[in-house]
């Protein structure tokens, strides 16, 4: 029998990022190929123009699972009855700028569209902010939305968690789907830590470690983390705009991890509302390893491991499965010793 179909808001749907993400997600890319959709688009006035110009292209696109769109440019119109919500709306910084410098103008969208979506969405509806300051953006929906459950509240850190990928498969000249567990721990901003030390490469003797491969740690201790940190900025310099089709791509991927299940033995990188793991203070939205099953994240935790911080076990570390008593100190993250 055909499932019921999903409807999915899109806030600034007229913008670069909506461009690129509606078509995808009419494609089955975000919910899975036998999931039917119902677009929700919301913009501001000045771009109601540009928002009916998409919602032509997705009807002449005739894609096969979109049920329906609504374009709107009134939040409640827009919010009603959503299961999923991917607020994309706001301002883009511009080259030279940093994340934060567009906090006022984003923060008070966050507020205003939070109480619409607490009062009309469906229940249980997951959300996903990609609006930059990202985690503070969540943070903000999360506060003015306290009927949503806070686990419902994500933000994307998936595309550095993508982007990081990317970079060990050119390093190592490996396709990147064989590259996993690479882990973004923190903010979507300059301050992030990207981590390879539980990253793995499969190959044809079976999966090796980041590490072993590269063979570099002058590289991955310096040039692999400054490049994941600053490619939003490098994207800017050389396209003029902020990175889309990859932000779009990306929320595709968090959203599916996360409705659809993360593959056995994978985790992923999203941020999620801190319950004081890794001593992270509770409350905060952080940037995670999850895995995700029956539509939950659940963070990985670093139970058994042999790290020299934990008491010992005998189960290998979810998080560093060939990580033991006798590795190098210098091969170990950095929560192994806070
Ligand atoms: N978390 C992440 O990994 C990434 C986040 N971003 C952020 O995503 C956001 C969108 O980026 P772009 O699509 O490139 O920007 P854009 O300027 O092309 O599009 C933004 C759209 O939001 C609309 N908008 C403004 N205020 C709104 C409101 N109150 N309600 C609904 N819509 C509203 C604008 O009219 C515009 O159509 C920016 O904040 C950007 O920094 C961008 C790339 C990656
Ligand atoms: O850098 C920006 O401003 C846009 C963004 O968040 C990214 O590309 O990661």
Known sequence: MAKEPMRV???????????????????????????????????????????????????????????????????????????????????????????????????????????????????????????????????????????????NV????????????????????????????????????????????????KTSTGEKPVRELVSDDEWLNGEFITTVQQRGAAIIKARKFSSALSAASSACDHIRDWVLGTPEGTFVSMGVYSDGSYGVPSGLIYSFPVTCSGGEWKIVQEDGCHCPRADGGEDACLLMPRVNSTTPREQLPPQCFE
């Open 9 to 151: 808001l899109v806030t600034g749907a007229a913008g670069q990022i909506g461009y690129a993400l509606v078509p995808m997600i009419a494609r089955g890319v975000m919910l899975g190929a036998d999931q039917p959709v119902i677009l929700h688009m919301l913009d501001i006035p000045p771009a109601a123009e540009a928002l009916n110009g998409v919602k032509m292209e997705l009807v002449d696109a005739a894609f096969p699972l979109l049920k329906g769109v609504v374009a709107t440019t009134d939040v409640v119109e827009a919010c009603t009855g959503v299961n999923v919500a991917v607020m994309v709306g706001g301002f883009p910084r511009k080259e030279g700028m940093e994340r934060k410098d567009v906090m006022s103008k984003n923060v008070s969208i966050y507020k205003s569209q939070a109480s619409a979506l607490e009062a009309h969405a469906a229940p249980n509806c997951k959300v996903l902010v990609v609006a930059n300051p990202a985690n503070t953006n969540a943070l903000i929906l999360k506060e003015f939305a306290p009927s949503i459950p806070e686990k």
């Open 154 to 201: 994500t933000c994307l850190t998936r595309l550095d968690h993508n982007r990081a990928l990317g970079q060990i498969s050119e390093r190592l000249n490996v396709q990147v789907s064989d590259v996993k567990n690479v882990i973004i721990w923190g903010n979507h901003s300059s301050s992030q830590y990207p981590d390879v030390n539980h990253a793995t490469v």
